[in-house]
């Protein structure tokens, strides 16, 4: 025990770990260490992009005809949504980082889990559901149909696999914000310790922008104008 | 045996509270967020899995005895070989340095208290020992016959074994490696002592770095792979069914993406042992420090560019075959670098033989036949030929066995002073050094003679007249068989009885030499600050020869 | 830009709400263009056009929101280095998939199975 009580001379301020020097320290290891995780991500959802444009590629009539079957309006809809939380998750941060109250910080946090909500229900609710009724979603409930090209069960696949991975995401996304509440109703962050929040933000973010790309490339194969 | 009749090399300096003694107690160990007891439970989890795939590995040498098979069903062999190199590739070779030596060793090396994020770090053990788990159940109920390639639409659409609970097994040992890939990225950037600049760092950081690198960048994609993989043979919704409009050879360029990264996953970290092991036994700073350094980064780098020289034959258009042929040859300049560098490093220093030398001399020679093989393998027209031959075989073994094994037990020997506080017998140790070298030399040099003269590999059965070659082959087997039998006996009595090692045995250079052995909990009483480089060894009296006649001595 | 954060006492650099809501507006507008332009008929250029946007909108979510703008070059390099990779693994994976069917096609033979592909 007494090597430990070599280094430890200083207070600790809350939230800091042994295993660093400084405050700072921690600050930019933490920061550091969730960039690299979404690295990780993007390789993660990379795989399946790869995969998309290359079968694009090969279909790319069916991608449009099986793209034309899904709603652009809660497409659309959708991306707002998540962009909106995206604001709220900043203005969340911010307000930790500028000391504000922690009912402004649990504010901001609710309304973006609203938001995350919000998104997860319409996408259940008007699309998923739709189209398991419809019979269009592949290995699960699949009706084979005469006015489909076979190219639109792949299309199908991957409409399923990147959004189900997208939502797989907003789930662990909201249970990180719930941790966060809990934290910030315990006081656990201030104008001087808040990392926590703040990298739970890049990774909210990042989930964004996932669906930032998803929705032109899922929605809006081939445009939709008249025709097309 | 009694304590009192063991030869003390050293006076002993037993430190008071190091990490073992600090704490007792099978909580002390499961709940710990210690990076050297962490690094300790992989070392326990991958000893296991390695004896696991080891011991179908000698099944499948003693099979193939006789030409017709001397045990099993052909079914029963293509599970062999399968489980062979699954528990082999994924639960032991890819975690095999890095989370054990690695875990152990980054901290120390650097002069930190622990890496960044101790917590991830026994999560990533409690991950990777979920996924041993998938993966042994997959074992006892009856095996996997795929190959450990895994490839489409035989393992999606008529494999009737595990392919699912050794591709989720697989899948969650991923992320094992993903954590501890970015808790060693994040401890090598924030966590360096003072005065321990980027070129100063010891080789093996570099090469842990750029293996780091490869398990941040690559794995993530061998989990989406298997888990569309795993989603095509539950639901049949056609990913990679031709019939539907799928492209089975999608699915290895994603494997290949990174599996062929994976080969240097587990050789990078091996080359970084090698550095050691080779500077101090020379007692020599190593010979181009940067180019050495940057030869791993570039590595890493290349090898994520190669990956479709493993498709040559399998269909894929010859234009992406020329390119991949070309940038393969290309990754053979940084590996080549490292080679020449140690034999420079060697050159005139004052080498002893002691057991981890004789490992890293071992690495050296088996390593460059293995990627001097690869270039074979490289060229599409002589790949043809040897593709899905022995002679691919004999290949990765050199370089998996003859290299990253070598190194790893060269590694284990050299740091196990500092890891267990106590010294393995000497003469065991070059015994079963030298068993290890001869066994597997006579077991995969006939392979590569094998291969080419056209036995195809993953075969239960094979002509008579390659009857006395695989004899050969099997021989050897059990010879490497007891050459790594005899290491897990000693090491483990020593634990126990072996003489008590001081702080710096080898009288090597290094952070982790300057603390006590074992080390203490927080590693240092201090945190160290360097001011000097890494390998920092005295320069050697320059040689006289008054007697010789006319010619300088250069 | 970094002092006038530091000045107030807070840890990082401190984003006014305006750039926020600017960022905000700019994201809003963007998916409505996306979304509008699809309507139109631009041939290719369909694609290209709504890609181009969500690229645009991916640069200012990780620019303001993640405050790359405000942060260390090694942060901007790990991002990159993500892109560069993802950039490798479609690249050599499209140089397989899309020149497949180049291969030259002796007089009087034929290709094997030509409909698994419907490359223009």
Request: with cysteine.
């Amino acid at each position: 025990m007494s090597e430990m009580a070599a280094h430890t001379p200083h207070s600790h301020p809350p939230g800091f770990a042994h295993q660093f020097e400084t405050i700072e320290q921690q600050r930019e290891a933490g920061t550091l260490g969730m960039w690299v995780f979404l690295v990780t991500e993007i390789l993660f959802f990379g795989g399946m992009f790869t995969s998309y444009i290359i079968y694009r590629a090969l279909h790319l009539q069916s991608f449009i005809e099986g793209s034309h079957d899904l709603f652009v309006k809660f497409g659309a809809t959708n991306t707002a949504v998540l962009i909106c939380s995206s604001l709220t998750m900043a203005m969340a941060i911010r307000s930790a980082q500028t000391g504000k109250s922690k009912r402004t910080i649990i504010g901001y946090l609710l309304v973006t889990m609203l938001l995350g909500a919000t998104f997860l229900f319409l996408k259940l609710r008007f699309e998923w559901y739709a189209d398991w009724k419809e019979g269009l979603i592949p290995g699960v409930s699949w009706i084979p149909s005469a006015a489909h090209t076979p190219g639109v069960k792949m299309f199908m696949c991957f409409y399923f696999f990147m959004t189900g991975l997208h939502a797989l995401h907003m789930v662990v996304g909201l249970g990180i914000l719930t941790v966060l509440v809990i934290m910030t109703a315990r006081n656990r962050f201030s104008s001087q310790y808040y990392q926590p929040l703040e990298i739970s933000g890049l990774y909210w973010h990042f989930v964004d922008i996932v669906w930032i790309f998803l929705f032109p490339l899922l929605y809006l194969i081939g445009g939709r104008y008249p025709g097309s | 045996m009694s304590t009192a009749t063991v030869d003390l090399r050293e006076a002993p300096i037993e430190s008071s509270v190091n990490y073992l003694n600090a704490r007792y107690g099978i909580k002390s160990w499961l709940l710990t967020l210690d990076h050297k007891r962490i690094g300790l439970l992989y070392l326990g989890t991958i000893t296991f899995m390695f004896f696991v795939g080891g011991t179908a590995a000698v099944l499948m040498r003693l099979h193939l005895i006789e030409p017709q098979g001397a045990l099993f069903e052909p079914e029963t062999y293509n599970k062999m070989f399968s489980t062979h190199g699954i528990i082999m590739v994924f639960f032991f070779l890819v975690p095999s340095i890095p989370a054990t030596l690695g875990n152990f060793l980054i901290p120390l090396m650097i002069g930190a208290r622990d890496v960044a994020f101790p917590k991830l770090n026994l999560m990533s053990w409690y991950i990777f020992v979920t996924g041993c788990c998938f993966a042994m159940y997959g074992v006892i109920s009856g095996g996997v016959d795929t190959g450990w390639t895994f490839y489409p639409p035989y393992s999606s659409a008529y494999s009737q074994t595990h392919v699912i609970a050794f591709a989720l097994g697989i899948f969650i040992a991923g992320f094992s490696s993903i954590l501890t890939g970015l808790n060693f990225v994040v401890t090598i950037h924030k966590m360096r002592c003072p005065g321990m600049t980027w070129f100063r760092l010891p080789l093996f950081i570099w090469s842990m770095y750029a293996t780091s690198l490869i398990f941040v960048l690559g794995t993530p994609v061998i989990a989406i792979t298997l888990a569309l993989l795993a989603a095509e043979r539950l639901l049949h919704v056609g990913i990679f069914d031709p019939a539907v409009g799928g492209d089975p050879l999608l699915f290895q360029h994603l494997f290949w993406f990174y599996s062929h990264p994976a080969v240097y996953i587990m050789i990078l970290p091996g080359m970084g042992v090698i550095s050691e092991l080779i500077t101090a036994f020379s007692r020599k700073k190593i010979f181009g420090y940067t180019f050495v350094a940057f030869s791993s980064l570039a590595i890493a780098v290349i090898s994520f560019i190669v990956w479709g020289h493993h498709m040559f034959v399998t269909g894929q258009s010859i234009y992406a075959g020329l390119v991949f042929s070309v940038l393969s040859f290309v990754v053979a300049i940084p590996s080549a670098i490292k080679v020449f560098n140690w034999m420079a490093t060697l050159y005139r220093g004052s080498i002893s033989y002691e057991a981890p030398m004789l490992y890293a001399l071992g690495f050296i020679g088996l390593f460059t036949i293995g990627g001097l093989t690869g270039l074979f393998l490289a060229s599409l027209a002589t790949d043809v030929h040897l593709n899905g031959t022995y002679f691919v075989v004999a290949h990765f073994h050199y370089i998996m066995v003859g290299g990253a094994v070598m190194a790893y037990l060269g590694g284990i020997h050299f740091w196990w002073p500092k890891i267990t506080g106590r010294l393995y017998p000497d003469y065991w140790a070059r015994i079963a050094a030298a068993i290890v070298f001869i066994g597997f030399n006579l077991t995969f040099f006939p392979q590569f003679m094998l291969g080419y003269l056209g036995m195809p590999r993953r075969y239960a059965m094979y002509p008579s007249e390659f009857q006395v070659l695989n004899v050969m082959s099997s021989a050897g087997a059990s010879i490497l068989g007891i050459g790594y039998l005899i290491p897990l006996v000693y090491l483990i009595w020593s634990m126990r009885y072996g003489p008590v090692a001081s702080a710096n045995p080898w009288k090597a250079k290094g952070l982790e030499w300057t603390t006590a052995s074992p080390p203490p909990t927080e590693n240092f009483a201090e945190i160290p600050v360097v001011n000097e480089d890494a390998y920092n060894y005295p320069v050697a009296e320059p040689r006289h020869y008054p007697d010789a006649p006319g010619v300088a001595r250069v | 830009m970094s002092e006038h954060g530091e000045q107030q006492g807070h840890i990082g650099h401190v984003v006014p709400v305006g750039v926020y809501l600017a960022v905000f507006i700019a994201l809003m507008f963007g998916t409505a263009l996306t979304t509008g332009v699809a309507y139109i008929d631009l041939g290719r250029w369909n694609t290209v056009v709504a890609l181009a946007i969500a690229v645009v909108k991916m640069l200012l979510v990780v620019l303001f929101f993640m405050h790359v703008k405000y942060s260390t070059g090694l942060t901007r390099i790990i991002i990159i280095a993500g892109f560069f990779w993802l950039g490798i693994m479609i690249t050599l994976s499209c140089a397989d998939e899309l020149t497949r069917r180049w291969e030259i096609v002796p007089k009087g033979w034929s290709m094997i199975a030509p409909h698994i592909y419907h490359l223009r």
